[in-house]
């Protein structure tokens, strides 16, 4: 039976969920033809980063957070897609609708990830019923979504990521109270939360490459080394040390969208539009969660790279888009961007979930009262969906609509985009595999189809329109008995050397995936990184 002594669990009842290559596997399940191939997830443009790539990608190198054009050199004949955190985040609310089953407490670190507490819902009491509720979150999961989860098993949150870490893909690792240390301690100390490069390397050039010698150097050797907060925190967790509670409601520091340009603007003109429509899409994140906010921050990186911020706190939290477009436009006032930008941001902190109204005013007489920041940090992207943020950063352009997404508008406007949605009026629904040179080619599949042809169409057709996602698994038909329970319990493998493994796969399974014709009628450009060559080529879709 659990109990916990002094802070510390007797049994591995914190759970750690890690979507497999979440984006990716998201893309491939619901593009038949994508399914066992090498997906990218990211900015089209050349400023663009990678987001998330399919295991099958990353066997050529390719990894998040990698500029995009170095990913197309390392895998040419990958697809490259866009990425859709609408359809995302819907796959995500129903894989957080399973954890909230399992317990109150439930931490989202991301889209893709999160924390659950078993021992306050009373789902687990021990390693045995601990690692059934794992076995049976991840088949629900598949049954729910037809993606796969890793889940990590451990006494603290800690040791539960590091589990799901060693879980993937698709897999479940356990890692019983008092097996920790011996389990870490040849570890690299690159393991440990908050052991960077820089902090790799001090430590490695005392001597210093794994987590057993961290622990037998001693916590007056790591304060040494690397100071007191850090060496005390660094030793702590070499021991396996880690109380930290699974924290059900983690608090939206600020809402924020921001654009990377192709092209740096020097238009100040131009500059003072993005930045009011920036401010637009940032108060209709803040309505939909909402919120509400009294500070105002303009963020631009400019073309060397450098960035400033300045910000602007209000008497009162607001979510009117006059308020936040008039101040954010006072604050770029204060910048000179005469060299060039490519980067624009706004956002929102100090969030409440109530509106002060009648700011107009105030947010008129308050010109000038902008703080200027230091410089951040230069970088070209990071990994969306971070703590602390709503929406996905610029490194993907302008998201949908945007010309910075890396394609070309239609005579008509209309933006066709690798991976987006659309439907025909004759041949249904399905999705961009590239456009270019006013023509727009479109596979046609659904995610419980076959593999689909392929047509190619000019960009103007009025019979080709955007659309909404299809789900991904197919509810039954009225009346339909769906049959068993899909979430039954899948029985655990036997321990080995006190962690154990079960589960675990090699990725998506390209073996069931039929052959498929391709149509193709028309020069149609591959922006998605798929070829589109005759038939007769293509034996193995």
């Known amino acids: 039976m659990w109990c916990s002594i002094g802070g510390v669990r007797s049994a591995p009842t914190i759970l750690h969920l890690d979507m497999d290559a979440f984006y990716a596997s998201a893309e491939q399940a619901s593009k038949p033809s994508l399914r066992g191939k ?20 990353r066997v050529f190198g390719v990894h998040s957070a990698m500029p995009m ?41 991301s889209l ?114 690397l100071g007191k907060a850090h060496g005390q925190a660094l030793y702590a967790m070499a021991l396996a040390r880690d109380e930290r ?33 920036l401010a637009e899409r940032c108060v209709r994140r803040l309505r939909e969660a909402g919120l509400s906010g009294r500070t105002i921050v303009l963020k631009v990186r400019r073309y060397d790279f450098s960035t400033l911020t300045r910000s602007e706190t209000l008497r009162g939290p607001t979510d009117d888009p006059v308020v936040v477009r008039e101040a954010a436009g006072r604050l770029l006032e204060s910048v000179d961007t005469t060299g060039g930008v490519r980067l624009l941001g706004v956002g929102v902190s100090g969030l409440a979930d109530y509106t002060q109204e009648d700011l107009f005013a105030q ?19 990071s990994r969306p969906e971070e703590a602390g943020s709503t929406g996905p950063p610029g490194a993907y352009g302008r998201g949908a609509g945007g010309a910075a ?27 961009v595999q ?34 909404d996602p299809l789900p991904l698994i197919a509810g039954p038909d009225p009346g339909e008995d769906p ?23 090699a990725g998506q399974d390209s073996s069931s995936v039929p052959a498929s014709s391709s149509l193709a009628e028309g020069p149609g450009a591959s922006a998605s990184g798929v070829p589109v060559p005759p038939p007769a080529t293509r034996p193995n879709e």
Do not use: C
């Not at 000038?368 to 992207?381: I, L, Y």
């Open 112 to 225: 893709d990830e999160a924390f659950v507490d078993l021992e306050a819902g009373g789902v687990a009491r021990d390693e045995e019923s601990a690692r059934l509720t794992g076995a049976k979150l991840r088949a629900d999961i598949k049954a729910v979504t037809g993606l796969t989860g890793s889940v990590g098993l451990a006494a603290s949150k800690m040791l539960a990521k590091i589990g799901s870490e060693q879980a993937k893909p698709d897999g479940l690792v356990v890692i019983p109270p008092g097996t920790e240390r011996n389990l870490l301690a040849p570890m690299s100390v690159r393991t440990l939360p908050g052991v960077g490069p820089a902090t790799g390397d001090h430590l490695r050039r005392g001597g210093i490459t794994t987590v057993g010698e961290i622990a037998e150097a001693g916590e007056a050797e790591l304060v040494r080394l």
């Open 434 to 467: 590239g456009s270019g040179l006013g023509r727009v080619t479109v596979r046609f599949e659904t995610p419980q189809s076959a593999p689909g042809r392929v047509r190619t169409f000019r960009a103007e057709d009025p019979a080709l329109r955007p659309a």
């Open 245 to 277: 509670p699974v924290v059900a409601e983690r608090d939206t520091k600020s809402v924020s969208v921001e654009d990377t340009y192709d092209v740096d603007i020097h238009d100040r003109v131009r500059v003072r539009t993005e930045v009011t429509r």
């Open 38 to 57: 090498a997906v990218v997830v990211g900015g089209l443009g050349p400023r663009g980063v990678v987001a998330t790539a399919s295991y099958e990608a």
């Open 483 to 505: 049959g068993g329970d899909p979430g039954a319990a899948v029985p655990p493998p036997e321990a080995n050397a006190g962690v154990s493994l079960e589960g675990r796969g």
């Open 405 to 431: 997404s890396g394609e070309p508008a239609a005579a008509d406007g209309r933006q066709w985009r690798a991976g987006q949605d659309v439907t025909h009026t004759e041949f249904g629904p399905g999705w």
């Open 69 to 109: 054009g170095q990913a197309r050199r390392l895998a040419p004949h990958a697809a490259y897609l866009v990425p859709r955190f609408g359809f995302y985040r819907a796959i995500s609310e129903q894989v957080m609708g399973l954890l909230r089953a399992l317990s109150p407490l439930v931490e989202p670190l």
């Open 363 to 381: 947010a008129r007489l308050e010109a000038g009262q902008a703080a200027a920041e230091p410089p951040e940090e230069a970088g070209q992207g």
